[in-house]
């Protein structure tokens, strides 16, 4: 397999317009068909496209059409595998919800969520998209949770996402920035929201785990209250039976969260 940074010298001098198209799951060589503004306009808006007002969607897409066609049908594929955005909602569940954790890897996909220790158990949450978000990830435990909903969460969507704005950022003098002014809006946004999550995507070490990422993982959240306080319970056992361990999550309209644990037993 040929490496990056072999296709870098020989096809693709720009090495952060690389970044932008690996991450996206797209071959490089594609690049070498159009000018610099046209990649970093069909990559960033492909990165970016479920932040993006809708007049600017549809610029982005018309973008995409007058492609190459090899470079337009890479770009389709990659936004299948994009698809909705990083957080996907399921309907009809309630509020309440009983599952067994799952295992995440979060030091391997480079991504640090916040995380509260109850009777030596790590429950961990983020802010992502404004957006509430729990990771049932202890497969030796059972999660109760309560004002919660079911839903999957995209986690080569963050990714990709987080990453583009940093990536963007670069090329503030470029004519792609001006071409599809719902970009720049969309990466200063996300910019601000990076500063203020803990929840932040590395790409460290992004291409070696880019084909065990997960393309989806359930989770249970809520969105970020607009005005009052939302209060996330959960409760912990580890026979599915019995949940002593207990933790409130109290989410503020800004996103900070104020945490409480107990233990009913005690």
């Known amino acids: 397999m040929t490496s990056t940074a072999s ?17 996206a799951g797209i071959n490089c060589i594609h690049l070498t068909s159009v000018s ?3 990649a970093i306009t069909a990559l960033t808006g492909l990165a970016l496209y479920h932040h993006l007002d809708p007049q600017s969607r549809r610029e982005v897409k ?4 007058n492609l190459p066609g090899p470079f337009r049908a890479a770009l389709e594929r990659a936004a ?17 919800q009983t599952a067994k954790g799952t295992s995440v890897d979060f030091e391997t996909l480079g991504l640090r969520p916040n995380r509260i220790e109850a009777d030596g158990h790590y429950i961990h949450y983020a802010i992502v998209d404004e957006t509430f978000v729990l990771f049932r990830d202890d497969p030796s435990l059972w999660y109760y949770t309560q004002n919660t909903q079911q839903g999957r969460f995209n986690y080569w969507s963050a990714i990709v996402a987080k990453n583009a704005t940093k990536i963007y950022a670069s090329y503030a003098t470029s004519k792609a920035v001006v071409r599809i002014p719902g970009i720049e809006r969309a990466t200063r946004k996300l910019n601000k929201k990076i ?3 803990s929840f932040y995507p590395g790409m460290a070490g992004l291409f070696q785990v880019q084909d065990h990422i997960p393309l989806w993982r359930e989770i249970v959240g809520a ?33 900070s969260v104020t945490t409480t644990t107990w233990n009913t037993q005690r």
Not at 82 to 93: A, C, I, K, T, Y
């Open 7 to 23: 296709v870098l010298q020989s096809h693709c001098p720009d090495e952060k317009l690389v970044m932008l198209a690996e991450m």
């Open 36 to 38: 610099r503004d046209d």
């Open 62 to 65: 018309t973008h995409r059409e």
């Open 80 to 96: 299948l595998k994009l698809d909705e955005g990083s957080v996907r909602w399921d309907h009809g569940n309630g509020s309440m």
């Open 195 to 197: 500063r203020s999550e």
């Open 223 to 255: 969105p970020v209250p607009r005005s009052g306080t939302l209060t996330v319970l959960v409760y912990l056992s580890e026979d599915g039976q019995n949940w002593p361990t207990r933790a409130r999550l109290d989410i503020s309209p800004n996103g």
